[in-house]
């Protein structure tokens, strides 16, 4: 008797389990009453990867009305209203839109090179549209830009028609510091009046969140600045990031007091405390690492050839321009890294440790987003599945790298009941990509449909190989 029970509660868990991977969740079982003639786009067959449940379903129906998924369901049991226009994803695998949680539209990839191609406002309008385009085309429907002057602002309509939904927060507040020069990314206060008064200017000029930098060339806010920045933020609804690049757990410390709602880059993870880790997962914080950035520029110029820097897709859709500049980016880089190799540093190494802290910050409860500093130097925009890649090679199941570039991006954004997941009510963002990204996720570079709040967005190849 006792051992019967011991049993089927130790079956529980793997009964749950199974059932979550195989069926629909309860929503997607709800009888569809409602007019059919709503449903304008119905996606079949395949497998769904839907952001939550740890195993894809195979031969999903998803009802799109409108602008919103309707109905998740199985074929066979899910009724396919006679006027939807029916794409057929057999054979392919169906995500969530990805969302890049950590990009700069204004940047090419070329770090003060990019200035060559956006020194004008006609040249740098046109270098966002066209950042903005390749995102959408490699499946991102949503991006983060984290720091831009107000032309990004400025363009949000004409950004989110060409390319992802735009969460942006222009300019960044930074302490003000005598010596260093004005620019027109960052915003300067000194004392918690003036914080506050920033707060609310970049809250007038359209902002979505408020993001501050912490960094070693600037003096660090005191933590009644700082707690005044996220009060005022957090009045308006908007959510504060900070940037640190200080990889010492008293910035981290500042950044907990004061009560921000994300911590971008590395310098989280190096926290020597781990008890930080623990406060992090209890003010449910989301750290965006921004790692392949690491692997971007001290790795692959070393071990990759000039031809192979740049992958297909992306390589036939940058201007040929872009792609010399970004070769001779990758010189400067290569030279860098052999005088860091000569004395002694080994960038897989670091690597590697930072997905050694990463590991335990996930073990502690942390929430990771996906960005690799999206326009950064080496990391043009069209190519945000490296980051996945990277994650996935560093030993991190492929279908929670898949959750962290989706659900956990949407979580990153405060966005999480509108975006990140394929659910019944969510907005319909949503790709479909070539090969199985669980077996394989360089699968992932191989997007072949973009749907973005219900619009479908062909992608196309110009590099496929015929049959
Ligand atoms: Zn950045």
Same mark, same amino acid.
């Given at each position: 008797?006792?051992?019967?029970?011991?049993?089927?509660?130790?079956?529980?868990?793997?009964?749950?389990?199974?059932?979550?991977?195989?069926?629909?969740?309860?929503?997607?079982?709800?009888?569809?009453?409602?007019?059919? @003639?709503?449903?304008?786009? @119905?996606?079949?067959?395949?497998?769904?990867?839907?952001?939550?449940?740890?195993?894809?379903?195979?031969?999903?129906?998803?009802?799109?009305?409108?602008?919103?998924?309707?109905?998740?369901?199985?074929?066979?049991?899910?009724?396919?209203?006679?006027?939807?226009?029916?794409?057929? /994803?057999?054979?392919?695998?169906?995500?969530?839109?990805?969302?890049? @949680?950590?990009?700069?539209?204004?940047?090419?990839?070329?770090?003060?090179?990019?200035?060559?191609?956006?020194?004008?406002?006609?040249?740098? #309008?046109? /270098?966002?549209?066209?950042?903005?385009?390749?995102?959408?085309?490699?499946?991102?429907?949503?991006?983060?830009?984290?720091?831009?002057?107000?032309?990004?602002?400025?363009?949000?309509?004409?950004?989110?028609?060409?390319?992802?939904?735009?969460?942006?927060?222009?300019?960044?507040?930074?302490?003000?510091?005598?010596?260093?020069?004005?620019?027109?990314?960052?915003?300067?206060?000194?004392?918690?009046?003036? /914080? #506050?008064?920033?707060?609310?200017?970049?809250?007038?000029?359209?902002?979505?969140?408020?993001?501050?930098?912490?960094?070693?060339?600037?003096?660090?806010?005191?933590?009644?600045?700082?707690?005044?920045?996220?009060?005022?933020?957090?009045?308006?609804?908007?959510?504060?990031?900070?940037?640190?690049?200080?990889?010492?757990?008293?910035?981290?410390?500042?950044?907990?007091?004061?009560?921000?709602?994300?911590?971008?880059?590395? @310098?989280?993870?190096?926290?020597?405390?781990?008890?930080?880790?623990?406060?992090?997962?209890?003010?449910?914080?989301?750290?965006?690492?921004?790692?392949?950035?690491?692997?971007?520029?001290?790795?692959?110029?070393?071990?990759?050839?000039?031809?192979?820097?740049?992958?297909?897709?992306?390589?036939?859709?940058?201007?040929?321009?872009?792609?010399?500049?970004?070769?001779?980016?990758?010189?400067?880089?290569?030279?860098?890294?052999?005088?860091?190799?000569?004395?002694?540093?080994?960038?897989?190494?670091?690597?590697?440790?930072?997905?050694?802290?990463?590991?335990? /910050?996930?073990?502690?409860?942390?929430?990771?987003?996906?960005?690799?500093?999206?326009?950064?130097?080496?990391?043009?925009?069209?190519?945000?599945?490296?980051?996945?890649?990277?994650?996935?090679?560093?030993?991190?199941?492929?279908?929670?790298?898949?959750?962290?570039?989706?659900?956990?991006?949407?979580?990153?954004?405060?966005?999480?009941?509108?975006?990140?997941?394929?659910?019944?009510?969510?907005?319909?963002?949503?790709?479909?990509?070539?090969?199985?990204?669980?077996?394989?996720?360089?699968?992932?570079?191989?997007?072949?449909?973009?749907?973005?709040?219900?619009?479908?967005?062909?992608?196309?190849?110009?590099?496929?190989?015929?049959?």
């Amino acid at each position: 008797m006792a051992g019967t029970m011991r049993m089927r509660i130790q079956m529980l868990p793997i009964l749950g389990l199974l059932l979550l991977g195989t069926l629909p969740g309860p929503n997607a079982l709800r009888a569809n009453d409602d007019a059919d @003639a709503e449903v304008t786009l @119905a996606l079949v067959g395949g497998w769904l990867i839907d952001g939550n449940t740890p195993l894809p379903f195979e031969n999903p129906v998803i009802l799109i009305a409108g602008e919103r998924i309707k109905t998740v369901g199985r074929l066979g049991r899910v009724r396919i209203p006679p006027g939807a226009n029916v794409i057929d /994803a057999q054979g392919r695998f169906i995500l969530p839109g990805l969302i890049d @949680a950590h990009a700069h539209l204004e940047g090419l990839g070329l770090g003060e090179r990019d200035a060559d191609f956006t020194d004008t406002p006609e040249k740098l #309008r046109h /270098a966002i549209l066209q950042n903005a385009r390749l995102n959408l085309l490699s499946g991102v429907t949503s991006l983060r830009d984290c720091g831009s002057s107000e032309l990004v602002l400025k363009l949000r309509d004409q950004i989110e028609a060409e390319g992802p939904r735009l969460f942006a927060a222009g300019p960044q507040l930074v302490k003000r510091e005598a010596t260093a020069s004005a620019s027109p990314l960052f915003l300067e206060f000194d004392g918690v009046k003036e /914080a #506050r008064r920033k707060v609310r200017e970049q809250i007038a000029k359209g902002i979505d969140f408020v993001k501050v930098r912490l960094t070693r060339q600037r003096p660090l806010p005191t933590l009644e600045e700082l707690s005044a920045i996220v009060s005022e933020a957090h009045r308006a609804g908007l959510r504060v990031a900070v940037h640190i690049d200080v990889p010492y757990d008293e910035a981290v410390r500042l950044a907990l007091m004061a009560g921000v709602d994300t911590i971008e880059h590395m @310098a989280p993870l190096r926290a020597h405390d781990d008890r930080l880790f623990l406060e992090m997962a209890r003010h449910n914080i989301v750290v965006v690492p921004t790692l392949y950035q690491l692997q971007a520029q001290r790795v692959n110029p070393m071990e990759k050839n000039d031809e192979e820097l740049i992958e297909p897709p992306l390589q036939t859709r940058l201007p040929p321009e872009i792609r010399h500049a970004l070769t001779q980016r990758a010189a400067l880089w290569r030279r860098l890294a052999l005088e860091w190799r000569a004395r002694g540093y080994d960038p897989k190494r670091a690597l590697r440790e930072a997905f050694r802290t990463l590991t335990r /910050a996930r073990l502690l409860g942390v929430k990771i987003a996906l960005g690799p500093d999206t326009g950064s130097d080496l990391v043009p925009h069209g190519q945000f599945y490296k980051e996945l890649v990277l994650y996935a090679n560093m030993g991190i199941p492929p279908i929670e790298v898949i959750q962290m570039a989706t659900r956990m991006g949407a979580e990153a954004l405060g966005r999480e009941k509108e975006l990140g997941t394929i659910e019944p009510g969510k907005l319909a963002d949503i790709i479909l990509v070539e090969g199985d990204p669980l077996l394989d996720p360089e699968a992932l570079r191989n997007v072949v449909l973009v749907i973005k709040g219900g619009q479908v967005i062909e992608v196309p190849r110009p590099e496929a190989k015929s049959r």
